[in-house]
């Protein structure tokens, strides 16, 4: 692409800012702020009932904002006041129940929200449906469809005006998962072809990781963090942002001199007051799982600090990684982990857990 092409500086394509909307005094949608640029997919991330879909509607329209403005390309196009209706938004939508018209064969399902010539519409339809692989069925009808490829046909219908934002909400919740992960792959492939923003709602941390340039983690109607999925992932805000994507351990203990003595030896803990209590948190995965020589574990590193020792209480195997539960010594929790393909010690066998420092997060207690 030649320098040309590029702007120096892009506005976002989608930005809200400061949306608020209450039903019944309870501010479901609570402050929201977010951008999405060209070409670009942020997912909407959080647990059933955090305003996702509320926020999602505010945009197309369909809902109205208590405060805040909504701006597509720098422009308003709606705040309390002033109000660019649905239609004229140049936003495509798609739900989990956005149904074909069954009456409509597909391509005229796909052609229903275009103007032009006959011509015109037929080209694009064409092009559209090349494009979701259907282009065999452009004079059938929606019943012949399985349920993947009407979706399919639900996202070239979605896409045909060429919006300039596609708002999609759990999209693909409806389909079976491993039909799931193709047509996933595919829409993206077709979003980023067609250069729209898109902002995609879901409550499944995998489906966001595998869509999103960047993640909006969402919680009781506020975004509580957002960035990259790797950044999300590693440098999660707080011990709920560990927990929304996968199972976590936790360690509580006392500070003092900015230090958390553990049995599992010492941690950091910088501008946590002495006397404060911290959570350290780590996945299944980065608990580091080691053989008992004669009663003896490990010696200390300082990678991974003192081993611990516990008994297995339950090992599964579950698939690609082997899922081992091992009850400590020190006070009788449960800690879990896993390990990459088959290992299942037997139930009562003594092992040793060492943590992975570079791979825990340590976090002032939250009161629950
Ligand atoms: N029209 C409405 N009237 C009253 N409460 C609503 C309305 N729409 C949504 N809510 C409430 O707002 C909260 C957020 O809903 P929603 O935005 O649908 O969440 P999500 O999409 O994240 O699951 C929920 O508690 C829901 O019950
Ligand atoms: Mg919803």
Redesign the pocket.
């Known amino acids: 692409m030649s320098a040309t092409t590029i702007p120096p500086v892009t506005a976002p394509r989608l930005e809200i800012r400061n949306m608020v909307r209450a039903f019944g005094g309870t501010r479901v949608v609570d402050d929201v702020s977010l951008k999405v640029m060209p070409g670009q997919v942020t997912c909407l991330l959080g647990p059933?009932g955090c305003g996702?879909?509320t926020t999602l509607r505010m945009i197309a329209g369909v809902e109205m904002q208590d405060s805040g403005e909504i701006y597509v390309d720098g422009q308003l196009i709606c705040d309390t006041v002033f109000r660019i209706p649905p239609e004229r938004r140049h936003i495509g939508l798609m739900f989990q129940d956005f149904a074909l018209f069954p009456h409509l064969t597909v391509g005229d399902n796909v052609a229903f929200g275009l103007s032009g010539s006959k011509a015109e519409k037929r080209a694009r339809v064409e092009e559209l449906l090349d494009k979701v692989g259907l282009r065999r069925f452009i004079d059938g009808y929606p019943y012949l469809l399985s349920g993947g490829e009407q979706q399919r046909v639900a996202l070239a219908r979605a896409l045909a005006p060429r919006p300039k934002i596609m708002l999609m909400?759990?999209p693909f919740s409806g389909l079976d998962n491993r039909l799931r992960d193709d047509i996933r792959d595919q829409t993206l492939e077709l979003l980023k072809a067609e250069d729209a923003a898109v902002l995609l709602?879901t409550h499944e941390p995998e489906e966001a990781m595998r869509m999103a340039d960047e993640i909006a983690l969402m919680r009781r109607g506020k975004i509580v963090q957002q960035g990259a999925p790797y950044n999300i992932y590693n440098a999660p805000k707080d011990r709920q942002a560990v927990a929304f994507f996968s199972d976590i351990n936790v360690i509580c203990g006392k500070v003092q001199g900015a230090l958390c003595e553990t049995p599992f030896g010492q941690f950091l803990a910088p501008g946590v007051a002495d006397g404060g209590e911290v959570d350290i948190v780590i996945r299944p995965q980065h608990l580091k799982i080691e053989f008992d020589r004669n009663g003896k574990g490990p010696e200390p590193t300082p990678q991974n600090g003192v081993a611990a020792r516990g008994e297995v209480v339950r090992a599964r195997f579950m698939g690609s990684e082997s899922l081992v539960e091992i009850r400590m010594d020190y006070d009788g929790s449960v800690l879990k982990a896993t390990v990459p393909n088959v290992f299942l010690p037997q139930v009562g066998r003594p092992l040793w857990l060492m943590f992975r420092r570079d791979r825990c997060f340590v976090f002032p207690r939250e009161s629950a």
């Open positions: 059933s996702k879909s909400d759990e709602v």
